[in-house]
């Protein structure tokens, strides 16, 4: 196929995930915009141009370098990991100044102020909530600790980095920006051809991703707390709850016309919709990198036993930046941090869930994909049908369930409450928990040994 196509098989193939480093590289050809009936940024392409640039950065296109490639040319002194990507230190801990406001251990927004504190970079690019019921988070610059501090906390709802992107290009400085793993895959790439962005962007800092969310979501969790989307103003998806395990956080929306009226959902409550791929984009079906495996620094939450009980959260983190390196260090001596090594081994385990769907169930759709005979972006893992009937089984149920979310959400959407959407989904939640449930008792009599999975998770080639 002409390279200047990939793009376009992206977009109509419906692998957008609406990065917008494509509208960066092509602004005359491309724009990238919230598409309402699915509630995800898009690519709008005008017809008739070539698009060699924009093939070239589009994170999902097969002309964009991979992770592995961009990783080795980045990183060539850190320790190789085909899992992990490569890294320089993995520790798990938190930053006593800010594990409280954020959504773990609070090491991003510790990191993003203190490049600010001490000179590193003149400005930081990262993701703010907003009372607009059309656009709940956004990506914004901010130049002081207090608004980094305001930006603190992950959100799962859809963001686009064009107008952020504009902004560096347009005003001379040093940049650090958060994001997902494929939005760091587009912007290296992007700064590949990109020589003024290259210069300005001086850290790139990762958040481990599990999945992508629709705007949907957001407001399906509204109406979950009793509330009317289009009278709700700020949102959080990760209030801490002190009274329960790290992981028993809570979804909070204020109401915009009584704004002392904040109604709340516990995670023990919608936790499942994770596994389940509520409102997931297409995109993350077919997406290999969990690490963000081309950003400079990355953090997650610290899923393992031992870091669970403490309810204010730690951060499990991967470095690769020599200079980083000496802030931590130095950070952990004089208490701003309280740091401590890990294996290799923690870090995969503490994703075991995200690794098992993108490097195991992954290779299964892909199969699908060729046998349907439908175009597929290139992964770094092979098409395989080696895979129990079950496990076979739970991967159609969750894409079954997937698509249906997004079906059933547009027939509530003109109606209040959420029974018109759960009514839709009983079959398929019900298929979906039937076969978790086999799955499970099955895994009660022989559990998989941890290094049987890491085997699995390993990069084996191309798909084709
Ligand atoms: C869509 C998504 C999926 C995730 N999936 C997983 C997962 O499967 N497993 C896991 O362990 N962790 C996952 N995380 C990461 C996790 O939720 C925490 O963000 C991470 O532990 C860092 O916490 P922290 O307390 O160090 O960060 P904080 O101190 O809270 O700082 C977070 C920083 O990231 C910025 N930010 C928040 N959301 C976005 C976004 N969407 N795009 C770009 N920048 C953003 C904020 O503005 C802030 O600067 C996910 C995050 C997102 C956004
Ligand atoms: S570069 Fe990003 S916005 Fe453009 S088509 Fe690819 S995924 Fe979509
Ligand atoms: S799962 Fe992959 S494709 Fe989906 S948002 Fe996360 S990094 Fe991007």
Redesign the pocket.
Known sequence: MNKSEQIRQVVNGGYCIGCGACAVAQPESIQVKMDSGIGLYQAQISDGVELDKASKVCPFSDDCSDETLLGRDLFPDATPSDILGNYSSLNAGYAVE?QSC????????WL?KKLLDENKVDAVI??EPTDNPDERFRYTVVSSSSD?LR??????YP?TMTHVLEHVRQNEGRYAI???PCFHKALRALRRIDPVLNERIHFQIG??????KSSFYADYLIRLAGLDPAHTGRVCFREKNLEGKANHYFFTAQDLDDKENVQRVSNQFIGSNWAMGYFKPLACDFCDDVFAETADFV???A?LPKYLDDSR?Y?LVINRHPELQGILDKSSRNGELVLEKIPEMDLIA??KG?LNHRRIGLRYRLFLKARNKEWVPTKRVSSSDDHTFLFKGIQHARQWMRRKTFEAYLSQRGHSGVEIFNRKLKVPLLVFRVLNRISASDRLGEQPKMEELIAKYHLNGRNR
Not at 102 to 109: I, N, P, R, T
Not at 151 to 156: N, P
């Open positions: 800010t954020g959504s773990s251990g609070g090491m991003l927004a993003l990262c993701v980094v930006c603190a906390k992950s959100a799962y963001v958060t994001g997902i958040l481990v991703c599990g999945q992508m953090a997650m939450d899923w959260g951060s503490s994703q995200g």
